[in-house]
């Protein structure tokens, strides 16, 4: 989308950045209280497993490296996840100094009853949007997300994920 007008543009910029912060603190609040019997699965446990269900068996440093987080950050994580029996760890063919975090069984389960429970919200919240605008809210965000992560990337000096 390209805008001719520098003020539509300052508009635009101004309007995005206020309902990138609503939508951010808004989708903090979603808890899926209900996968996990004593404990919330939050964002950074959901995403973690996606991300191992995703593209397989992961070192930390890995998973560090793609979230942007340091070390310290993803091992308190990666704790409560093994402690839920969401995940484990297992020696890393290649060294065996180090090892690789994949996904239980359960894990698996409750990675997809998370993602089931996420599409029926947003089912909810959609429901009056056409296909078409669904569509191309669907592409939107995904380049969005994209060039984000592209920004960050060259913050930490990267030119791609790297699975250490």
């Avoid at 805008?3 to 910029?13: D, F, Q």
């Avoid at 560090?64 to 020696?91: C, M, P, W, Y």
């Avoid at 380049?143 to 699975?163: H, V």
Wanted: glycine fraction near 4%; charge should be neutral.
């Amino acid at each position: 989308m390209q805008l001719t007008n520098p003020t539509s543009e300052a508009v635009a910029l101004e309007c995005i950045e206020r309902e990138l912060t609503l939508l951010v603190r808004r989708a903090q609040k979603v808890n899926l209280t209900r996968i996990l019997p004593n404990e919330s699965l939050d964002r950074a446990a959901y995403a973690i497993l996606g991300r191992l269900h995703e593209r397989g068996p992961q070192r930390p440093g890995s998973l560090a490296a793609h979230f942007n987080l340091d070390a310290s950050t993803i091992s308190r994580q990666v704790a409560t996840l093994k402690r839920n029996g969401l995940i484990e760890q297992h020696a890393d063919g290649n060294d065996r100094r180090a090892f690789r975090l994949r996904l239980t069984e359960f894990g698996a389960t409750v990675l997809l009853a998370a993602r089931a429970e996420r599409h029926l919200i947003l089912r909810e919240m959609l429901r009056a949007w056409s296909p078409d605008d669904m569509a191309n809210f669907a592409s939107l965000l995904t380049a969005f997300n994209t060039d984000l992560e592209r920004l960050l990337q060259l913050d930490r000096g990267q030119d791609q994920d790297t699975d250490r």
